[in-house]
């Protein structure tokens, strides 16, 4: 069975940072690529970044472009966000996804883990 | 940045049918999925590809695609239909993946 565990979320200052695992079993981790989508409370979900299944190539969205550093451990079978700079813009529950082979949706989502950023 | 556009709101009474458009420039290129999310929940795919419905998505669900325009029609609602419903795709060069902003499906 094909499971995905966010973790890391928290209360967390303005400017401050914070990083969220996932932990995923069930698959071979390492065949695919996997993607960070949030949702900010009672607003829509919002695709935040994508890495390869290698962790070679990398994309984020412009809202958090410069910010968040996505990474990868095949190893240890578990994904990583970096989130740096926050601002309150970024509370948000945040989902780990794994995308779907050689199309762009995501077959599977974590429960996700609740980052508030707040003073 | 790249944007799909969906309606905030559709009301149907039970048993009618229900349409929820989403619409983007890279549309024609790009496949758009559907999504259902219930309050507190993970979302759950229910139509990929434009128009295939995965294993376990009820027949009633079903996709269409014209031109810059997706839709996800759900005939016969059922009260359980209930729910958020996401559009997705990717944008024109297929890097970036994106969501509409959501439509509310109410069950009158």
């Known amino acids: 069975e094909v499971q995905l565990v966010e973790s890391g979320g928290g209360l967390v200052q303005p400017g401050g940072s914070l990083r969220l695992s996932c932990a995923a079993s069930?698959?071979?981790?390492?065949?695919?690529?996997m993607n960070w989508v949030r949702q900010a409370p009672g607003k829509g979900l919002e695709w935040v970044s994508y890495i390869s299944s290698s962790g070679s190539t990398i994309y984020y969205a412009d809202s958090v472009k410069g910010r968040f550093t996505i990474s990868r451990d095949n190893a240890k079978n578990s994904l990583y966000l970096q989130m740096n700079s926050l601002r309150a813009e970024d509370t948000a529950v945040y989902y780990c996804?794994?995308?779907?082979?050689?199309?762009?949706?995501?077959?599977?989502w974590g429960q996700g883990t609740l980052v508030t950023v707040s003073s | 940045s790249y944007e799909l556009t969906q309606p905030p709101s559709v009301s149907v009474s039970p048993g009618q049918t229900a349409r929820i458009t989403c619409s983007g420039d890279a549309l024609p290129k790009q496949y758009a999925y559907w999504y259902q999310q219930k309050p507190g929940q993970a979302p759950v795919l229910v139509i990929y590809?434009?128009?295939e419905r995965p294993s376990g998505i009820p027949e009633r669900f079903s996709g269409s695609s014209s031109g810059t325009t997706v839709t996800l029609t759900i005939s016969g609602v059922q009260a359980e239909d209930e729910a958020d419903y996401y559009c997705?795709?990717?944008?024109?060069?297929?890097?970036?993946?994106?969501f509409g902003g959501g439509t509310k499906l109410t069950v009158l």
């Open positions: 590809k434009d128009s």
């Open positions: 069930g698959f071979t981790f390492s065949s695919y690529e």
């Open positions: 996804a794994r995308k779907y082979r050689n199309l762009y949706y995501f077959d599977y």
């Open positions: 997705q795709s990717a944008d024109s060069s297929g890097t970036h993946g994106v």
